[in-house]
């Protein structure tokens, strides 16, 4: 027996928030939340440890314990003092910050994905350092996989993309930009392609790569990709070495002319 339900409401209860609040906290349907707690409905394992996370409690305990308020009051204060020893507040709108932009790397992204509520896990992200200045929240994240390089151009695996966090609630993404998506468990970074009022289209830069669709209530983050860090040295590109071959046999063409005159 699950007590995910019966936690849910008594969260709820302490913190005095409603099912439609809660809700929007987690990016989940009211509904969602009321099937949670009547039992009809259990959430998905990322959502159980995105909301232990989120309060301060084991992922064991909130499914196999029932809490109790003096559990709730203690994890208040315990949050109180993390806040109080990491100086969490209001949310920075300044990208930009001593210390420099938080990255998140190969080996943690998927411990980054099932923490992100966590504030303490988000603050202990290695800094990274450059002289840009977004204005709003920005991260980096080192890309996994080569489906945005295509004859050795683009991006490349390992290369550091620096990112500005949008709400796509407010502003909508555009076609033919680079996105970091955190979604379906996973962080993929990709090319919009199309988009309509529910669900985004993207693609590779490499065609040989299917596209990718998500439903906007799928995505837990999404990303602009801003600017890019990378030790890869591009070579010349198509067009470029097709160009510089005619600009050689002109050269070939206009010195065998000269020696006929």
Known sequence: MSFIGKNIKKIRAHKKISQAEFAKIFNLTRGSIGAYEEGRAEPKIDTIVQLANYFGVSVD??????????????????????????????????????????????????????????????????????????????RAFELNGSEMEYHQNGLHHGDILLCLQIDHAKKKPEKGKVYVLVADGRIVARRLKD????????????????????????????WEVKGVYSTYLNPPKMLDEKVMLLERQMEEVLKQMKGVG
């Open 61 to 138: 305990a909130f499914i196999n314990k029932e809490l109790t308020m003096s559990d709730l009051y203690s994890l208040d204060l315990v949050k109180e003092k993390l806040n109080e020893a990491h100086h969490f507040g209001k949310e920075t709108d300044v990208a930009f910050r001593k210390g420099g932009i938080g990255l998140v790397k190969l080996n943690n992204q998927l411990e980054y994905v099932v923490n992100l509520g966590n504030k303490d896990f988000i603050n202990k992200l290695p800094y990274i350092e450059f002289p840009v200045n977004f204005k709003g929240i920005t």
């Open 195 to 222: 988009l309509s009022d529910h669900q985004l289209q993207f693609m590779s830069d490499d065609p040989n790569y299917p596209d990718l669709e998500f439903a906007f209530d799928e995505i837990l983050q999404i």
